[in-house]
C-alpha cells in the first residue's frame, strides 16, 4: 500500500506515482505524482512531464479553470494515456504548471479506492 506523501503535504495526502504514454509513438514517462483530489472534477498533469513526450497542446483549445478561492486560470489541452492501476484512460487532460499534477473525478470515480488516513497510506479495493 503507498504511504501518503508527508513531505510535499501538511497534513500527508494521498498521491499516485502513474505512467503517461504517447497515443501515436509509444514513449513513456514514468513515477508522475498526482495528487488524488476528489474535488477536482478533471484531471491535470504536470506540463514538465507531458514535455518529455513530445506532445504539444492542442491549438485552440483552453479550459478556464476556477479554485475554491474564486482565482481563474487558463489550462491547455492534450491528449494521451495515462497508466494506473493497470487500466488505461485514454483522451483529454488539461495541463498544470507545477511539480505535481491533480488525479480528479474522471478517473478517480472508475476505480474503487480505499484512503486509510489514520495509518497514512492508500491502496485499491480489489471487487
Request: net charge negative.
Amino acid at each position: 500500500m503507498p504511504a501518503y506523501d508527508a513531505n510535499r503535504f501538511d497534513p500527508p495526502a494521498p498521491v499516485a506515482y502513474v505512467t503517461l504514454r504517447h497515443p501515436t509513438t509509444g514513449a513513456i514517462v514514468s513515477d508522475v505524482p498526482l495528487l488524488m483530489d476528489t474535488g477536482a472534477d478533471v484531471t491535470l498533469l504536470p506540463q514538465e512531464f507531458v514535455e518529455q513526450l513530445g506532445i504539444l497542446p492542442d491549438e485552440g483549445k483552453v479550459y478556464e479553470l476556477e479554485g475554491f478561492g474564486g482565482d481563474v486560470k487558463l489550462a491547455n489541452v492534450v491528449k494521451l494515456e495515462l497508466l494506473f492501476l493497470g487500466r488505461k484512460f485514454k483522451g483529454q487532460f488539461l495541463l498544470l504548471d507545477q511539480p505535481i499534477g491533480i488525479m480528479g473525478r474522471n478517473v478517480l470515480n472508475t476505480i474503487a479506492l480505499v484512503l486509510d488516513g489514520p495509518r497514512g497510506e492508500w491502496s485499491e479495493q480489489k471487487r
